[in-house]
């Protein structure tokens, strides 16, 4: 039985994933840089979703999903929020795979980076100040 809000409704109980837009054929480059830079596990899409193109990775209780999307328009603005327990690796990790990092310390109590992915949507990893 899903746990209830103070208000009777059925509560939120976690995000499950977040779906980011990529072009067609960017199988390759999603994979170059989710599971080799990031180290995430790509996960077996569905047959039946399979067909659509795209593909699917996990890595420490994130999931993330990459769906073909025509016309492709890159997400710069909207953004997923990683927390990681060791931004400074992750940044070191993506910026050795050549990928940029923007460090940004305009959010009280969290040392975070940006950074996007090979399509251009924008990813914000964070780590709480003083763990």
């Excluded at 480059?29 to 067909?51: C, T």
């Excluded at 593909?55 to 492709?72: S, T």
């Excluded at 050549?98 to 940004?104: F, S, Y």
Aim: proline share 8%; net charge negative.
């Amino acid at each position: 039985m899903p746990e209830t809000s103070d208000a009777g409704r059925p509560a939120l109980v976690a995000l499950h994933h977040t779906q980011l837009a990529m072009p067609r054929g960017g199988e390759d480059a999603a994979r170059a840089f989710y599971a080799d830079a990031l180290g995430m596990l790509e996960l077996e899409k569905p047959a039946v979703l399979a067909a659509r193109g795209g593909c699917w990775f996990r890595g420490g209780g994130v999931e993330l999903h990459l769906g073909v999307e025509d016309p492709f328009a890159p997400a710069r603005k909207a953004h997923p929020g990683v927390l990681v327990d060791d931004v400074a690796a992750v940044a070191a990790a993506l910026e050795q795979a050549g990928h940029a990092v923007v460090w940004d310390d305009a959010f009280p109590g969290f040392r975070r980076c940006y950074a996007a992915d090979p399509f251009g949507n924008r990813l914000e990893f964070l780590e709480p100040e003083g763990d």
